[in-house]
Nanobody, 129 residues
Framework: VQLQAFGGGLVQPGGSLRLSCAASGFTFDHYAIGWFRQTPGKEREGVSCIRLSERVSDGSTRYSESVKGRFTISRDNAKNTVHLQMDNMKPEDTAVYYC???????????????????WGQGTEVTVSS
């Protein structure tokens, strides 16, 4: 299993970034992918999750309260890629962002890092003027 997160960078408050997670080495639509973020000295925080099965039309998405209404997660099954569109960004969104896989779907504990099996290397996001 390989996950590669990319798309991070520097953005001003109120701006937008789109992160991508390219996946390979597993049957894409048998899993869910979550996005987490981490700042120094803190635990990894669950940001969003999406079920990858194309049999589920709505994608079964989940969001943390801190990003709901600002971030949108989506999947491209043809390219085995998950995107995280981040709009109206705030300085508190500054972190290293990671994508990770979990079997099946985004369950009630989707935001718990231990639920995930494989992790990408992380991409750094800085929101600052």
């Amino acid at each position: 299993v390989q996950l590669q997160a990319f798309g991070g960078g520097l953005v001003q408050p109120g701006g937008s970034l789109r992160l991508s997670c390219a996946a390979s080495g597993f049957t894409f639509d048998h899993y869910a992918i979550g996005w987490f973020r981490q700042t120094p000295g803190k635990e990894r925080e669950g940001v969003s999750c999406i079920r990858l099965s194309e049999r589920v039309s709505d994608g079964s998405t989940r969001y943390s309260e801190s990003v709901k209404g600002r971030f949108t997660i989506s999947r491209d099954n043809a390219k085995n890629t998950v995107h995280l569109q981040m709009d109206n960004m705030k300085p508190e969104d500054t972190a290293v962002y990671y994508c990770a896989t979990t079997w099946g779907f985004c369950g009630g504990t989707w935001y718990v890092a231990d639920q995930y099996d494989h992790w990408g290397q992380g991409t750094e996001v800085t929101v600052s003027s």
